[in-house]
């Protein structure tokens, strides 16, 4: 049988390579490109639905953390009657978009690829901008989002056409995979191209259409990943494009009765909410909507006596400041064997207090601020908790500068039931935990509402098969650090108040964009 896979020759799929920064051109490259994003600096964009433009007389702002004062962008602030229309249009144009063929589907994904390849500075220069990623961490961004196109558009050939069954004497028969309908896509500030184009592209590619509402936090990143798509080839019609608040306009496409499914990635309360309103019948809904919710964590490194020290203080300092600790991957706990707990605190401290915190622009700072002054409150009201629930052993403060500059807080001698050890901070804030033995590490491990990322240093492979088995994480990392999942290596999605498990970058992903119709036929012999 010719799928589609067979009638369009691509390349393996491989990750995009990062940017080396200290080749010159590199580094002038990004200069140039950060000078762009000034320039830039206080530009309007329009929302877009049915394919038109549309402008509000209410106006929102997107600000630069490392500069409050600097404006990123100016935005239209959506309305419940906006949602209502998006909706209807977008259930318009579906009736067309998912006739077109999923090998032109998917051109479009790789040609979009293949732009934001071209102006890849560009972009990052931006991500830097509107939420303060440093210059590594936002290659990284734009990589991952080249790669969630490329590799989408390579999973959607595999799913076109038609599948084979076990034969039935006397019948043709099979399956094919056909779209679900109008998706709402909701993504969170902390990737702002990567997670917004990699659900949004997941749902176009499988032929569904989509009305893209971005965090308040990045819709200057989001908007320029719409541009690029609409460049590439996405009729306008497929993908609407709205900005406002959340609770407003997020709630409202969510409860629609035409809303099919709903691509969430963002905190566990607002994920909560979706899941309950999304299980409600609306008058005129004639579907179970599905809901893909990617959700929080509280994610947990273990360190034990038999562990190469260093490399698992270097793994966790890492995965626990890089980005400010504003990664769902985030190494918030280290749960360290008592034998070598006092060794790995004073080599951790050591390591952290070279970590540089400044506006993101300079690459002499290996830290930026955190995305915003309520960010910044809500941060520092858990050092606060944590300076009461253990010792803070470095940090513990604002660090200096107009931004919203926190400096890297490591808090020791945390009970694992403490408030710091339980609830997810978002920040740059680790919670130090001393453990008897592997097994009550591993018990530590698991003993929070999450499931998301975690990672084990040990060089006893008994010790490592026994974590195979028994940390109950989505994403586990042997002897390497529990943040940058890799698309396609490393499927991600967590377990638990984690989230629905979708597994980004992974091969079962497209599926839940996807309703699969068995298609039995008589056939005389
Ligand atoms: P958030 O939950 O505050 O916001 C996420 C999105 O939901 C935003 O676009 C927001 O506007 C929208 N929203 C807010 N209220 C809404 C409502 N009532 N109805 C519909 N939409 C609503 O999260 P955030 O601060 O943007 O992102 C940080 C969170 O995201 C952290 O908890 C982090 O762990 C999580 N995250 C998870 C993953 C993952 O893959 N599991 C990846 C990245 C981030």
New binding site residues.
């Given amino acids: 049988m010719a799928t589609a896979e067979t009638r369009v020759h691509v390349a393996e799929f491989k990750n995009e390579p990062f940017v080396d920064f200290s080749r010159p051109e590199n580094k002038r490259s990004m200069e140039a490109a950060l000078k762009k994003v000034e320039a830039e600096i206080g530009r309007e964009y329009p929302m877009y639905i049915g394919g038109e433009k549309v402008i509000t007389t209410a106006k929102m702002t997107s600000t630069n953390p490392s500069h409050p004062k600097q404006m990123i962008g100016v935005f239209q602030t959506a309305t419940a009657e906006h949602a209502d229309q998006a909706v209807e249009a977008s259930a318009k144009a579906f009736e067309t978009w998912k006739r077109v063929p999923a090998e032109r589907r998917v051109e479009i994904a790789f040609r979009a690829a293949e732009i934001i390849r071209e102006r890849k500075f560009e972009i990052s220069a931006l991500i830097c901008a509107e939420v303060g990623k440093s210059w590594i961490e936002a290659d990284a961004d734009t990589a991952e989002t080249i790669d969630f196109l490329e590799f989408y558009g390579r999973e959607m050939l595999r799913f076109a056409g038609q599948h084979p069954v076990t034969p039935q004497m006397g019948e043709k028969n099979y399956l094919i995979y056909i779209p679900l309908g109008v998706g709402v896509v909701?993504?969170?500030?902390?990737?702002p191209a990567a997670?917004a184009a990699g659900m949004t592209v997941a749902s176009l590619v499988t032929g569904n259409t989509v009305i893209l509402?971005?965090?308040?936090?990045s819709p200057t990143v989001a908007a320029k990943v719409v541009e690029i798509l609409y460049e590439a080839g996405i009729p306008r019609q497929a993908l609407n494009f709205l900005t406002g608040?959340?609770?407003i306009v997020?709630?409202a496409l969510?409860k629609h009765p035409k809303t099919r499914f709903i691509a969430?990635?963002?905190?566990?309360?607002?994920?909560l909410?979706?899941s309950e309103a999304a299980g409600k019948k609306t008058p005129g809904q004639i579907w179970i909507k599905r809901a893909v919710l990617?959700?929080?964590?509280k994610d947990a490194t273990i360190v034990d006596e038999e562990a190469d020290i260093d490399a698992a203080v270097e793994g966790v300092a890492a995965a626990a400041f890089g980005y400010q600790g504003q990664?769902?991957s985030a190494c918030s706990r280290a749960i360290v064997s008592e034998k070598i707990y006092d060794t790995f605190v004073e080599k951790l401290v050591d390591r952290a207090k070279k970590i540089t915190v400044g506006p993101s622009e300079d690459p002499g700072n290996y830290m930026g601020p955190v995305v915003s002054s309520m960010a910044m409150e809500g941060i520092l009201g858990y050092i606060d908790v944590g300076k009461k629930e253990g010792k803070v052993v470095l940090g513990g403060e604002r660090a200096p500068g107009d931004g919203y500059f926190i400096q890297p807080t490591i808090i020791a001698n945390v009970s694992p039931k403490a408030r710091v050890a339980q609830e997810?901070i978002?920040g740059p804030v680790l919670a130090v935990i001393k453990a008897r033995d592997f097994d009550h590490a591993l018990e530590i491990a698991n003993d929070t509402e999450f499931g998301?990322t975690g990672a084990v240093y040990s060089r006893n492979p008994e010790k490592i098969e026994k974590a195979e088995e028994a940390f109950h994480v989505g994403n586990l990392y042997l002897n390497r650090k529990c943040t940058g999942a890799m698309v396609g290596a490393h499927p991600?999605?967590?377990f638990n108040m984690?989230?629905t498990d979708s597994k980004?970058g992974g091969k079962d992903y497209l599926l839940h964009f996807l309703q699969a119709k068995s298609i039995a036929e008589k056939v005389s012999n």
């Fill in positions: 909701i993504p969170p500030w902390n990737f997670i509402k971005p965090s308040e936090e608040a959340g609770e997020g709630d969510v969430f990635t963002g905190s566990k309360e607002v994920g909410l979706i990617e959700m929080g964590g990664k769902c997810e978002f998301l991600f999605g967590g984690s989230g980004t």
